[in-house]
């Protein structure tokens, strides 16, 4: 059973969870708009840029930032949320940077930089709400397959560039 929240309460989980929400949802449109150019313009790596924006920069943006808003006791701060975002993102544009430029360097460094974002988000969610045991599960499934899919990523990239 999910547990009453006061208007104050229902305000700072907002609060908390639109800016990954909105930028996690641009980067799903920008990765739909990418998909949409990459035959016309020959863009060599539009199909994986375009999957990466949509999942991992989106979809996955979605869910740790409303997680992170919904799931705890107690929501986190603005600058916990901005310092999670600010490293998840700059993680992102380093992945899709060093990807489409060849480079290892910046890849790694960007799959590091989500690292640390990842275990910000999931540290921050490390207290929840009473209730919420199956969206709980549900978001350290979604952490757990990025967790996964960053040094899949970094050996791929290693393989491809290095």
């Not at 996955?60 to 705890?72: M, Y």
């Not at 989500?114 to 009473?130: Q, Y």
Request: contains cysteine; proline residues 6%; hydrophobic residues 55%.
């Amino acid at each position: 059973m999910l547990t009453q929240v006061s208007d104050q309460d229902l305000r700072v989980r907002w609060a908390a969870m639109w800016p990954g929400g909105l930028v996690g949802f641009l980067c799903i449109v920008i990765g739909g708009l990418v998909a949409a150019v990459t035959g016309p313009t020959g863009f060599q790596h539009g199909s994986w840029a375009a999957a990466y924006l949509v999942l991992v920069a989106g979809v996955a943006q979605l869910g740790l930032a409303a997680g992170q808003a919904w799931l705890p006791a107690r929501p986190p701060t603005r600058r916990t949320v901005v310092g999670e975002l600010a490293t998840w993102n700059a993680g992102n544009v380093a992945v899709l940077a060093g990807t489409v430029a060849g480079a290892v360097l910046p890849v790694v460094a960007g799959g590091l930089a989500l690292v640390v974002a990842l275990v910000l988000f999931i540290h921050g969610v490390k207290a929840p709400r009473p209730g919420w045991t199956t969206w709980l599960t549900a978001y350290r499934l979604l952490a757990g397959v990025v967790a996964v899919s960053i040094p899949v990523g970094l050996v791929l990239s290693a393989v491809r560039h290095g």
